[in-house]
């Protein structure tokens, strides 16, 4: 239990009087009286607080997080005591972690639970360790604070960013990867696979035209080509040092990591094989 900014301005103000009435001696019994009346009322306060039932608190996690993306914490509180709970309440997020809407400050109607959300971002990949729930306990009269932790320790999984793979999935069911700069476009080498046939236009190479085809239907046909599927893709990844470098707030590693991941779904998807080695210290 500590004080309140409350109560140190109460001490304060009768330290002041002490001083007016060092210059009227008279009034010495009053202040004494006063000074008294002041502590039971202190002393009454602290063990209001202090007696109170402590709150029950349960916390939900999502069971994965993205690096450098919000993920929503649930605190359920519950106040299992006859009066009103005024409360303060900071989560045990872990060291490399921002919520900006901790600590969250109000009151729990007697008998009541109250659901508490907010978003927290995590700047670290890995597992990451949630601490216990601190809690700060406001006496009726705001003359104390009780503090009490709540919940063990609990562990979750911090993944890179796959946010961009998602959208990109989106937008694929959505026939719309060009918004994702991604465009198809023939490219010239003997690594293509035939894909369909389909009528000559201007500017086609001779090599392309189909002569068979062109004979049996009298007109000049073309083969069309599309990018040799079945190709292995082999991503290197570098680990060293300097990949620690921030860019935006972000280790340069975690920008290649998220690249490599929303290249590789593009790769898989269209019938790619593909591989990632790391090297460097």
Known sequence: M????RLLALVLVWLVLAAVIALVPSQVAVWAWLGAAAALVVVGDAVWVACCRPLAVRRQLPA???FGEPGEVGLLLRNE???TARIEVFDGIPQRAVAADLPWSGAIAPRRELRVFYPVKLLERGPAVFGPVQIRRIS????WARKSAHLAPESVKVYPNYEPVIRFALLAMQHRESQMGIVRRPR???SRDFHQLRDYRD???LSQIDWKASSRRQM???RDYQEQRNQAVVFLLDTGRRMRALDGGVP???HVLNAILLVAHVALRQGDQVAVKSFGG
């Open 64 to 66: 994965r997080f993205a």
């Open 252 to 254: 340069q590693f975690d």
């Open 188 to 190: 010239a080498g003997s």
């Open 203 to 205: 500017g086609d190479p």
């Open 140 to 143: 009726p009269l705001g003359l």
């Open 220 to 222: 000049l046909i073309s």
């Open 2 to 5: 500590s004080p309140t900014v």
């Open 81 to 83: 005591g006859g009066r």
